[in-house]
């Protein structure tokens, strides 16, 4: 079992960074492996970003390639979401997940847990 809390949300205008903090709960934090996903209003929880549990293996949503870069500080407890050139397509609620896996994938139904969120706003 693993409890996620996200942070680091916010209004910011076009152009500007944020960046995002998931502290995760549980002595096996470095087992498993991260994941980034957002929802927007009207729209399904896509995906953003995912490492693997050593940071070796790094996806991107191609919406978000070269501006966003995730990370992890495994001792710590914590995995990071640098947000860089936001538009306003980025506003959304921004979720942490984790699985206790190996093998990094980009969908949500594949991640049991889950952090509350944190909304992210771009104005433009």
């Known amino acids: 079992q693993v409890q996620l809390v996200e942070s680091g949300g916010g209004l910011v205008q076009a152009g500007g960074s944020l960046r995002l903090s998931c502290a995760a709960s549980?002595?096996?934090?470095?087992?498993?492996?991260m994941g980034w996903f957002r929802q927007a209003p009207g729209k399904e929880r896509e995906f953003v970003a995912a490492?693997?549990?050593?940071?070796?293996?790094?996806y991107y949503a191609d919406s978000v390639k070269g501006r966003f870069t995730i990370s992890r500080d495994n001792a710590k407890n914590t995995v990071y979401l640098q947000m860089n050139s936001l538009n306003a397509e980025d506003t959304a609620v921004y979720y942490c997940?984790?699985?206790?896996?190996?093998?990094?994938?980009?969908?949500?139904?594949?991640?049991?847990?889950w952090g509350q969120g944190t909304q992210v706003t771009v104005s433009s």
């Open positions: 997940a984790a699985r206790a896996s190996m093998v990094v994938v980009a969908t949500p139904q594949d991640y049991p847990y």
């Open positions: 490492i693997s549990w050593s940071g070796g293996r790094i």
């Open positions: 549980g002595r096996t934090f470095s087992s498993y492996v």
